[in-house]
T-cell receptor, first 114, second 112 residues
Framework: ETGVTQTPRHLVMGMTNKKSLKCEQHLGHNAMYWYKQSAKKPLELMFV???????ENNSVPSRFSPECPNSSHLFLHLHTLQPEDSALYLC?????????????FGQGTRLTVV | AQSVTQLDSHVSVSEGTPVLLRCNYS??????LFWYVQHPNKGLQLLLKYTSAATLVKGINGFEAEFKKSETSFHLTKPSAHMSDAAEYFCVYNTNAGKSTFGDGTTLTVKP
């Protein structure tokens, strides 16, 4: 248990659906991240929030929309996804996003787009 | 550009034998380096980190890693593998802007 909780753990959605992934941490961290982990590919950083401000968008398609209402919660809103978006989506948090701070990961949401 | 390379995509060892997972980095300045472990269908968990203090870093579950600047390496070792060590391992490089670059991962298999 890392202190970072993701819900749901599994999600199956059609290409026309709209759904949201939720991430929550009560570690007092100020930086939060979304990563995509696909089979046979390196971990891809999608978005970074530092003190609730988005500091990085790693050329992610607009069908993925992040939201960070406060420093403890992070959402990833999904709409009109493609089958190639099927992957494990990992949320992480760190104290301050600095060079020496490690990330704490949630267990991920396994997303299947049908 | 800064990068990290894990030299083996798969490593297989017998239970009770040593583990060596190799990682090389490329950087123009002093890096911060991390090793994470990921068990099936789980998130990543920090094993250990190097942040310019002692070059030999001890982590959880008996793992350790040595930062060697002359070889630009940060290899992960464990004297004796346990069945529960079977997992995927990631070497991670943090830039001075706090951006993380992940290696491609090494899958460790432990045979009984």
């Amino acid at each position: 248990e890392t202190g970072v909780t993701q819900t749901p753990r599994h999600l199956v959605m059609g290409m026309t659906n709209k759904k949201s992934l939720k991430c929550e941490q009560h570690l007092g961290h100020n930086a939060m991240y979304w990563y995509k982990q696909s089979a046979k590919k390196p971990l891809e950083l999608m978005f970074v929030y530092n003190f609730k401000e988005q500091t990085e968008n790693n050329s992610v398609p607009s069908r993925f929309s992040p939201e960070c209402p406060n420093s403890s919660h992070l959402f990833l809103h999904l709409h009109t996804l493609q089958p190639e978006d099927s992957a494990l989506y990992l949320c992480a948090s760190s104290q301050d996003g600095g060079q020496n701070t490690e990330a704490f990961f949630g267990q991920g949401t396994r997303l299947t787009v049908v | 550009a800064q990068s990290v390379t894990q030299l083996d995509s798969h490593v297989s060892v017998s239970e009770g034998t040593p583990v060596l997972l190799r990682c090389n980095y490329s950087s123009s300045y002093s890096p911060s380096l991390f090793w994470y472990v990921q068990h099936p269908n789980k998130g990543l968990q920090l094993l250990l980190k190097y942040t310019s203090a002692a070059t030999l870093v001890k982590g959880i579950n008996g793992f350790e890693a040595e930062f060697k600047k002359s070889e630009t390496s940060f290899h992960l070792t464990k004297p004796s593998a346990h069945m529960s060590d079977a997992a995927e391992y990631f070497c991670v490089y943090n830039t001075n802007a706090g951006k993380s670059t992940f290696g491609d991962g090494t899958t460790l298999t432990v045979k009984p």
